[in-house]
């Protein structure tokens, strides 16, 4: 499956990609419409945090609405906003802490790999990958 890898070694923790995030999916610079966040893992060290599209979605099992699918010939999941109640159950299900709530329309959000964050990003410290290919990564 692919995914968002960042390098945490290279993020410098701009933000620069939460606000690209928000901008594309809601024409609004605001980092809590982004389908991804930076985490600060310690002084120093920050991260995004994204899906990671996962082969056996937990997000998809506890959905009690079905308000997220997989596609298959992608193996990527997605969430129809129209479907979703905003239970939060995904978020919480979600290994990776990826998942978020919008906060105007209450509805789960999460990233749908566009890619437009990793053409802007100034350190260029992200990629879009698949799994395989970073196994054995020493970091």
Known sequence: MPYLYADPLECT?????????????????????????????????????ACRHCEKPRCVEVCPVEAIKVVRKTGMSFIDERKCVGCRLCAEACPYGAIFLHPDKQVAIKCTLCGLCVKHCPVQCLKIVEEEKIVGLQV
């Open 13 to 49: 923790g701009c933000r620069i990609c939460e606000l690209l995030c928000s901008f594309y999916h809601e024409r609004v610079l605001n980092p809590k419409k982004a389908r991804l966040r930076v985490v600060r893992l310690e002084p120093g060290i920050d991260t995004p945090i």
